[in-house]
């Protein structure tokens, strides 16, 4: 079965010009650097790092927002890269974003209705009477009451907000739907219930979830598969119980101890970073890791690490996976 | 009234469900500066629509009755040659309205398009707006007798000398309200929502620009009708022959001192117009801004 996404290779840079007119040359942000991962219907993978690592760059360059420098982003079979003018806004069907702002997205001229219906008349998907039930199905499935349908938006609370943001993206049935912290913005409270409903909707639909999130303890409720972004690139990926019971990568394990127990007597001996990110502008030779990792030696500021495979499904970057395992494999959390 | 409100707390009695009568009372005695200003507004255009009617020939001459005060026969009395200065004035509306108009609509559907072309799709943007920016540096003023001089006085010559140097203002303003919506999350889920490029436009980007266009507009119409008066003032607008509120006052300045109703008249009805005008753009901003419309009851943001 083809995979609902399919990411090769996918690079992003951004260039800024410098000083006056561009006259001291381009300073090149190297954004997003050899991203490849898959996502199968029906599944969730997450991607999770610091802000400013470019995880919010490949959400946007998988709904289009953005176009890659170089690379794949294939949509049940299709290079959705490749697509432009009329085909790529039919194809834009199939890959849909709910969105972090629940405030910001949402037109606030525009009623609930209105709203959702949105794509349905884009994609010329039935017509006026489909839509009207279409519309109402959609408000029960995201559990929105129906004397909601022409409210404006500023007359709902954060929490319906995102409800009628995430029917807007179930409304053209996609394949996949890209959610750019999609729980960030809600109070707590609201934030579980939401996670829930994504996991319902998904359920029912078979939507597959690029989930990107800096919040792991989200992420592990939520998601089947995990990738760990450091600087553009992925350091560690795999399933999320693999990769949170025994992270490989350095990086991975200080993300993890840096999660709050939940009891003192879970409280692990935490292995926090020092030091402040490099700048993208001016990426370390070798590893990128190299300047904030425990373990550097040598290799690691003259080689990049290649993403290997450490067990099924899990693969990191790291030149000392197997003496690092050693030392701190088998953590429980 | 708010009672009303509460009692219906899904908000839906805002938006409909009420007689249009009642809600226009209850936003008239909300907002008395949109009712007095349009008032005015829709009385002075009424007043130029029917003045065929209203007023009599503005050109017939009576020299015995000259330069006499408003009385109960010449309501505004009579200007140097005896003609009347309220057949004069209504007729006067004629152009200072009409060229208003014609100068905010052309300044708005040109100011739009160059706006949205260097904004939106940012075609030649760069090369779009140092042009406007050139003609912006041309004084309205200087066009206007340039091409009078050039091609003889017209209300089209009138209408475009006024609207060629307001109309980069309007496209700079409108290029800039673009270039922030478009970054907006609103816009970026309409795109990815398969929106085409004029639902994205018309649906999202403009309704968002219409409060500053709007007010640029009525700003826009009030200084083509000053600019039309300054004209017609130095000659240089509409011809001697034909009542304009300009070249009344033009005639009228000379006799200031001794028959102020012929300046005073013309100067009173611009003013009005230009601050009902005004009015009107300030109260369209606000009700134009959806985060300043009143919240259902129970649902603040």
Redesign the interface.
Known sequence: MTPALEVAHLSKTFAARRGPFGLLGRRVVRAVEDVSFTVEASRTLALVGESGCGKTTIGRMVVRLAIPNAGSITVEGEDFTRLSGEALRRKRQRVQMVFQDPFACLNARMTAEAIVAEPLVNFGLGDAATRRRRVRQLFDQVGLPQTFLDRLPHHMSGGQRQRLGIARALAAKPAVIVADEAVAALDVSIRSQILNLLKDLQRETGVAYLFISHDLSVVRYLADEIAVMYLGRIVEKGPVRSVFDTPAHPYTQALIGAIPASHPRERRRRALLDGEVPSAAALPIGCPFRTRCPLATDICSREPPPLVTVRHGHAAACHHIHANEMTTGGTTT | MAITVSSDS???GL??GRSLAARTVRFVAHRPVLAVSSGILLLFVAVALLSPWLAGDPGTLNPPRRLKPPSATQWFGTDHVGRSVFDRTLWGARISLGVGFAVAITTTVVGVLVGIVAGYFRLADTVIMRAMDAVMAIPAILLAIALVALVGSSPLVIVTAISVPEIPRMARMVRASVLVLRE???V?????????VH?ILL??IL??AAGPILVQATYVFASAMILEAILSFLGAGTPPNVPSWGNMMAEGRQYLQLAPWILGFPALGLALVVLSVNLLGDVWRDMLD??L?P??AG?T?
């Not at chain 2, 970026?188 to 085409?196: D, L, P, Q, S, Y």
């Open positions: 899904t908000g839906r938006a409909r907006q999350a609103y970026e889920a309409a795109i990815t929502c398969g929106g085409r639902s649906r999202h309704p968002g959806p985060s419309a919240s259902a649902v943001r």
